[in-house]
């Protein structure tokens, strides 16, 4: 049973890394916004890569807010990069929950990255083979409610396959973030 529900729930991931390989090597591509309100059993970033993150966001929200979810999941966001290197595949992702750091709040405060956690899983067809953890700067995805010069801000992946390191950077205000720049090494 087991092993039919993770061949299951890496089908959409096989149609992802397909997409990603057509990607140039080593090119910069911003990562895609994925929002996890909606409970999925087929998406590996809600089933293998952040189940912990989602399950502690929801049990936040029933028991310290009090608050229903009615079949919903509590608000989690992430970004994700998936890249196809030959027989496995490569899953960058970076989830907006309430482990990040979200720097200043208040009316002043201009607008900056989250640092949150990153988690870059590796799967050879269907098996995950492993999960690293890191941190990394998240930016809200172009949004036409933000001022003007934040409208493009974003957050980038590219896989590198002959070093096997993943690098992230962010822009913020059309500048790229120095702090934000990680080099990881998934060997």
């Not at 993150?53 to 049990?59: D, L, S």
């Not at 979810?69 to 509590?74: H, I, P, V, W, Y």
């Not at 988690?119 to 933000?146: E, N």
Request: charged content about 20%; aromatic content about 6%.
């Amino acid at each position: 049973m087991r092993l039919r529900f993770l061949t299951f729930a890496l089908a959409p991931l096989a149609v992802v890394g397909i997409s990603a390989a057509q990607s140039s090597p080593g090119a910069w591509q911003p990562m895609a916004f994925h929002d996890f309100r909606t409970p999925s059993t087929t998406d590996p970033l809600q089933t293998l890569v952040w189940p912990d993150v989602i399950r502690e966001a929801n049990a936040y929200v029933t028991t310290e807010l009090k608050r229903p979810l009615d079949g919903k999941n509590a608000l989690v966001t992430a970004l994700s990069a998936t890249y196809n290197d030959g027989g496995r595949t490569v899953m960058v992702s970076i989830a907006l929950s309430r482990q990040c750091d979200s720097g200043a709040n208040d009316k002043n405060a201009g607008i900056e990255p989250s640092t949150c956690p990153v988690r870059i899983a590796t799967f050879d067809g269907a098996k995950l083979l492993s999960i690293k953890t890191v941190t990394g700067c998240y930016a809200d995805h172009a949004d036409p409610d933000l001022p003007a010069k934040n409208r493009s801000d974003d957050t980038f992946a590219r896989f590198d396959p002959a070093s096997g390191t993943v690098q992230l950077r962010t822009t913020v205000g059309g500048k790229i973030v120095p702090s934000c720049n990680r080099t990881v090494s998934i060997k």
